[in-house]
């Protein structure tokens, strides 16, 4: 389209193609045209008020100053060039061209100053319908550049394989938690000596302990959580301190199926670091 309009502003025979931004002005004897193969001409605008806002951005002219005798001429010219064309002219873009006809014919015309005082601009409707056109026109593209769902973005969707199962472990019995603890209990008195000796044992001193065995994240079977040379004293503040940590959401016992070994690990997505639970057990 501005190649065309180079052409008519320059005043040179229109061409009859424009092939790679070169203009032929005649054609190929052997180059069959169907009749409807040039109709793609209206395409780039939209209507007439598409077209009357092209040519004048192409021109930068201000849109509230629209001189009126060039803006028809050009509009007339891109006319008679669809005509050569053999496009079909919609109805609307007559009206338009009738329209700018009328309005140069009043601005050109001479007339009395108390009737021009009361009709005012002629050019002030068509002024109004363009400024809105293009308000809206704007709004439309961006719309339009909004990202858009099927277009820029893309529902992402997966399922699971056949055959997949989700095994949810069971939950450990308190039961079998009791008696584990007996077997740990009984193998401790092999281990009892007769000797006395009094010994302190710290409750959270054992908790700070066990958490750091804990520390690498990996599973470890309740029983070899326990010193068997410590005694049943020993074994006794190992178990409460595994309960305790368990009540506050530190540890957590995991069992594969019914009677299966009972393995302990730290429970997963804990809200505070190992080393501030363990300032605090030992604080």
């Known amino acids: 389209m501005d190649a065309i309009g180079e052409i008519l502003n320059t005043g040179q025979a229109l061409p009859v193609a424009l092939v790679q931004g070169k203009p032929y002005l005649t054609l190929p004897l052997d180059l069959y045209i169907p009749p409807d193969a ?3 001409f209206l395409d780039t605008f939209e209507g007439p008020l598409d077209l009357l806002l092209y040519l004048i951005k192409r021109q930068n002219l201000d849109i509230l100053n629209i001189p009126i005798a060039v803006i028809t001429d050009q509009y007339i010219e891109y006319m008679d060039l669809m005509k050569e064309l053999r496009l079909e002219l919609a109805a609307e873009y007559l009206v338009m061209a009738a329209m700018l ?6 601005l050109l015309l001479p007339c009395p100053a108390a009737e021009a005082q ?3 601009d002629p050019r002030a409707e068509l002024i ?3 400024m809105e056109y293009e308000r809206f026109k704007q709004a439309a593209q961006d719309l339009d ?3 858009r769902l099927e277009r820029d973005l893309f529902t992402a969707q997966a399922q699971l394989p ?3 199962l989700n095994r949810v472990p069971p939950e450990v019995d308190l039961r079998e938690v009791l008696m584990a603890l007996r077997g740990v209990l009984a193998r401790a008195d092999l281990f009892t000596s007769h000797r006395v000796e009094k010994e302190s044992l710290s409750l959270r001193e054992r908790m700070s302990q066990v958490l750091e065995r804990m520390r690498g994240g990996h599973f470890l079977l309740f029983t070899e959580l326990f010193e068997l040379t410590e005694g049943r004293a020993g074994v006794v503040v190992t178990f409460l301190a595994l309960l305790e940590l368990i009540r506050s959401a530190a540890l957590e016992l995991v069992q594969s199926e019914p009677f299966a070994p009972i393995h302990v690990r730290l429970r ?3 809200g505070r670091d190992q080393a501030d639970a363990d300032a605090e057990l030992t604080g």
């Open 101 to 106: 006809a009328e309005i140069k014919s009043r």
């Open 38 to 40: 040039l109709e793609v």
């Open 128 to 130: 109004r319908r363009l």
């Open 145 to 147: 550049a909004l990202p």
């Open 268 to 270: 997963e997505g804990q």
């Open 162 to 164: 056949p055959g997949h």
């Open 118 to 120: 009361d009709e005012g």
